[in-house]
């Protein structure tokens, strides 16, 4: 998996077995590998990629992605990549590269990719697909919320077992995009994100500036729906510049705190509205945005009635969560089995995800 943050790969080695439905796994390895400097400044600002710069990234992304998994020595049966998320523009198109045949011929192994343009020609968003994931790692006896903070933040309400309420989720706006821009802004690209919240804990709120924030249009579109650089990337972030400029240290530092609580205060709104439907008492965080201290205590306070904690079953955690998830997606493509969910999609129909690339012996 390689995320919206564009920070590097994270992968996650699952052997399943038992029931076809609903099997048995277990956690064999997971990793990070961070992204090379020249994937790091493509990937944050893709938006702005011409056709043959992409091209070019496909085959040296999928030539990186080749090398680093043969270099792990580890023993498989298939690969399911996401691909670096290029542009995403539903109901039309998503694009994410890091071309497969690479992995495919040196590994000598079927390669699971192109998960999301399967929901999309049924009308879907093609994401958040984690969802899926979700409820076959939360199902139980109560009803319960699982929260990724990426690049993008997305949130998931999964009922308890026989309820008549759907699967619900949606993204709910930025996670750690605006503030990893503003920390590489603050230090001259010293630091690429706020490690543990530290410099947001230095600043204080701007409220001005959080309610001009809290007007985008996203918030109040209503789900299914799905967000990435279009809305919340490198141009969105130069417009907030133009009109809120941190001109000191001091006003570095509350801008990124503001920012911080925008994540915090548009996951907690969406949280409120599924409180209206479900009674969860729990929220299983993942992504990085769980190790930024500040962000965590922010939306402690923005949910009172819930008790926020980091993703830990059996082997799973904040940090793999998601390339997990790309397993059991690639799982569910190899038996047959549909990956999305259209009440969280609004596609038309369930379907299996992905395109089965098979290697040339």
Excluded at 181 to 194: G, I, M, R
Excluded at 232 to 245: A, C, S
Excluded at 310 to 320: A, D, Q, R, T
């Amino acid at each position: 998996m390689t995320g919206s943050s564009a920070d590097g790969l994270d992968l996650c080695l699952v052997h399943f077995s038992g029931d076809r439905d609903d099997p048995d796994y277990e956690v064999l390895y997971s990793g990070e590998i961070p992204y090379p400097k020249i994937f790091q400044r493509a990937f944050q600002n893709p938006l702005v990629l011409d056709e043959g710069q992409i091209n070019d990234l496909d085959q040296a992304l999928g030539i990186w992605l080749a090398d680093q998994v043969t270099n792990l020595n580890l023993q498989f049966d298939c690969i399911g990549s996401h691909g670096q998320t290029i542009k995403h523009n539903p109901p039309d198109f998503s694009l994410q590269i890091g071309n497969p045949i690479f992995m495919a011929e040196r590994l000598k192994v079927p390669v699971i990719y192109n998960f999301r343009n399967a929901d999309i020609k049924q009308g879907g968003q093609g994401a958040p697909l984690i969802p899926i994931v979700d409820q076959f790692l939360f199902k139980g006896p109560e009803d319960v919320l699982a929260l990724n903070i990426g690049g993008i933040s997305n949130l998931t309400v999964i009922p308890k077992q026989n309820s008549d309420l759907p699967v619900l989720a949606w993204d709910t706006g930025p996670g750690n995009s605006l503030i990893d821009k503003a920390v590489q802004l603050y230090t001259t690209n010293k630091l690429s994100f706020d490690c543990e919240g530290s410099i947001a804990a230095q600043g204080k709120l701007n409220s001005i500036l959080l309610k001009h924030l809290l007007k985008h249009e996203f918030y109040s579109t209503q789900p299914p729906r799905s967000a990435g650089q279009e809305q919340f990337g490198l141009d969105y972030f130069n417009q907030i510049l133009k009109e809120f400029y941190p001109g000191t240290d001091q006003k570095f530092k509350d801008f990124i705190r503001t920012l911080t609580v925008l994540t915090a205060k548009t996951i907690a709104t969406s949280a409120n509205d599924l409180l209206k439907l479900y009674s969860p008492h729990f929220l299983f965080v993942g992504g990085g945005g769980y190790y930024n201290s500040t962000l965590m205590r922010i939306l402690m306070n923005e949910l009172p009635r819930l008790q926020i904690e980091g993703v830990n079953i059996s082997g799973i955690n904040p940090k793999n969560k998601e390339a997990f998830g790309f397993a059991y997606l690639a799982y569910r493509h190899l038996n047959n089995l549909p990956g999305n969910i259209p009440s969280v999609t609004g596609a038309r129909e369930e379907v299996v995800l992905g395109t089965r690339l098979r290697p040339i012996f």
